[in-house]
């Protein structure tokens, strides 16, 4: 008998279920606290807990994560610098402060508009070499001719050694900034993606398991690992991707919308058929619009290990992730005692780094870049939770409230605070933890507002359901502004949202919230067996899908039937007759796609192989003005060791 195996690694938990794969019907399920920031102890704690003599007969391991979203919700990526070339018109905010635009780029054809200013680039390759981890590269009108990208990229190469991401190499979609912001946070998590894919198939071979490893990308298809660690971007929504897809498995309902709580984020998913919803557009994450393909989701930054804090009579929740008091208490003997006897800050100093139950921990990455302030504060606190009174009294004074930004930006600090999960410990609803932590921060957080902690810990819970509620609502009313949505969730009135179809709820917490959100809405609230891992299934239920996107339009309007142009993601081709440029077109999607599965792993003999053809052609023309194809591929994942 073989079995598949499947993880996610969430900003909280890391899950493991194994799958039999004769019936597809789940076995049994195991959890373990996510390690932080090396995900090793919690990937091997997850897998300890299931059966080793069915571990043995695993083929197959498929692989969900969260870790790239979050690292992109809460700004904590590896510092990436972004050069722009061409005549971008550069209007929005970029992501990072080491950014050059330079001279080139190409036109709608693929023809040089300007020489490349390669002396530039040289210059500011060597200029920001040693305060970046990566570069990402974007030319204007690279999906016609990404010469000027590949010429950037080895420029950086040859200098640096460092990763360099090219966006003609991300998305063939037109919409310069948008793939320089995709380039960019691809660049961002390849450290993250490859630690992380490493240990996964570095404690996989260690437990003697002959596997191949999967990973699940966002638009709920898996890739084969090394495809994964190449465009680690495309793993963003993983986690909410196999939510969806593992949702409707395990409710048996082929249309549904998902509510997946996590540790950092609540994703809000549709699933109609069988078939997920795609963006029309890009996906959209932490405030930035990108071009990966990825299902239609709402996604916000609050989840079970959302901050919540206080300052004046508000009451906060999110948007940055903290380790719960409640684990803490686990993880740390004396920080029980430490939190009882922390005092509480000043009223002018509260805010969201200064709480009375606010304490950081000093991570293992390396400093880089760090400013003599930041290097005072790092040294002031030790790998034990640490409060802001005890880096007080170690540098003599309060550190500014940015300080504490930037280094939980840059990874070298890890807060610890109250959170949504201390809330329901406080409750009684989900006690996995220290009790008696949790009570102590809603006792300090309540008071502050005239709360006690029963009350603080029900409206946390009551604003944590609404959210959830609007999340979901704002997801099928698009274009509706989703705070005027809010408002009427404060409203005390016997009129309900309806929602027509069935509401899965996933993740670990959410069974503290099937009655409240059943008061909320009008709606089937449906709580699946194994909810608490339905990432880990929806890993496993997922296929391979493989989209391969051509254009063909006259290289001249003025002599449309001369002359074609074919472009592509492996570059531009031109032809004399349209027919031998469409049959071109076909045959290299085709190609693409089989190379694709086969490099994935996934079983040949099963793959479906799709033309869908748009024509373009005016009145009078004798060939299209413009032709798009999607060549798209489904295949199963493979199971025989031997058939590949």
């Known amino acids: 008998m073989s079995y598949s195996l499947g993880i996610d690694a969430g900003g909280t938990y890391t899950d493991a279920v194994l799958l039999n794969d004769e019936n597809e019907t789940i076995i049994e399920s195991s959890k373990s606290l996510t390690s932080y920031p090396d995900p090793l102890e919690g990937i091997r704690g997850a897998i300890e807990g299931l059966d080793p003599d069915r571990l043995k007969e695993v083929k197959v391991v498929s692989v969900s994560t969260t870790l790239s979203t979050n690292s992109i919700l809460e700004g904590t990526g590896s510092p990436v610098a972004l050069i722009l070339i061409g005549n971008f018109d550069i209007k929005e905010e970029l992501p990072t402060n080491h950014y050059l635009q330079v001279k080139g780029g190409h036109d709608h054809n693929g023809i040089e508009t300007n020489p490349l200013d390669t002396e530039s680039i040289k210059e ?3 200029k920001v070499k040693d305060k970046v981890s990566a570069f990402a590269i974007s030319s204007y009108f690279s999906v016609r001719n990404h010469d000027h990208e590949l010429c950037a990229k080895d420029i950086i190469t040859e200098l640096t050694g460092l990763p ?17 912001v995709t380039a960019f946070l691809n660049a961002q998590l390849i450290p993250v993606t490859e630690r992380f894919m490493t240990t ?35 793993s963003i929504f993983s986690g909410p991707a196999g939510s969806l897809v593992g949702a409707s498995f395990l409710a048996k309902s082929e249309s549904c919308a ?22 029309d557009a890009g996906a959209v994450v932490g405030g930035w619009k990108t071009r990966v393909k990825a299902i239609k989701m709402e996604t916000s930054a609050m989840g079970g290990d959302s901050h919540v804090w206080v300052r004046g009579k508000d009451i906060n929740i999110g948007p940055r992730r903290v380790i719960p008091l409640c684990r ?64 007080f009294n170690r540098t003599k004074k309060f550190p500014a409230s940015k300080v504490f930004d930037s280094l939980i930006q840059k990874r070298l600090l890890q807060p610890i605070g109250f959170t949504l999960t201390d809330a329901l410990h406080v409750l009684g609803e989900y006690t996995e933890r220290n009790v008696e932590a949790a009570n102590v921060g809603a006792d300090m957080l309540g008071s502050i507002v005239d709360m006690d902690r029963h009350e603080f ?78 990432n ?109």
């Open 124 to 126: 500011f390759v060597l």
């Open 164 to 180: 360099a991401i090219c966006s003609y190499e991300l998305s063939q979609d037109l919409g310069a900034f948008e793939r320089a």
């Open 200 to 234: 996964v198939e570095a404690e996989i071979k260690s437990r003697g398991i002959d596997a191949k490893v999967f990973m699940l990308k966002c638009d709920g298809s898996v890739i084969g690992i090394q495809s994964a660690l190449k465009k680690p971007i495309e």
């Open 258 to 279: 998902v509510i997946d709580v996590g540790g950092t984020s609540t994703d809000i998913s549709v699933i109609y058929d069988g078939v997920p919803e795609m963006s």
């Open 328 to 391: 803490a208490a686990v993880l740390y003997p004396d920080f029980l005692e430490q939190l009882k006897a922390n005092p509480m800050p000043s009223k002018m100093r509260l805010g969201i780094n200064y709480q009375p139950t606010k304490f950081y921990l000093r991570t293992d990455y390396e400093a880089i870049d760090a400013s003599p302030e930041e290097k005072e504060v790092l040294e002031a606190v030790k790998k034990e939770p640490t409060s802001t009174t005890e880096i």
């Open 457 to 534: 810990a029900r409206y946390i819970k009551r604003e944590f359901a609404k959210n959830m509620s609007c999340d979901l609502v704002s997801f099928f009313l698009d274009g509706v502004e989703k705070s005027e949505i809010r408002k009427i969730f404060d409203i005390q009135s016997p009129a309900k949202f309806k929602i027509e179809v069935p509401v899965v709820l996933i993740g670990g917490p959410v069974s503290a919230f099937v009655n409240e959100m059943q008061e909320i809405l009008d709606a089937e609230i449906i709580l699946p067996e194994y909810s608490n891992v339905g």
């Open 536 to 644: 880990a299934a929806g890993a496993l239920a997922a296929k391979g899908i493989r989209r391969f996107e051509v254009l063909i339009r006259p290289a001249s309007m003025a002599a449309p039937d001369w002359e074609f142009l074919v472009f592509s993601e492996h570059g531009r081709s031109n032809f004399y007759e349209y027919q031998e440029a469409l049959d071109y077109a076909v045959n290299l999607g085709e190609s693409t796609v089989l190379s694709y599965m086969k490099d994935a792993g996934l079983d040949s003999n099963h793959i479906k192989i799709d033309v869908k053809k748009e024509e373009v052609i005016p009145q009078g023309w004798k060939t299209p003005m413009q032709t798009k194809l999607v060549i798209l591929g489904v295949g199963n994942r493979n199971t025989d060791q031997d058939c590949c």
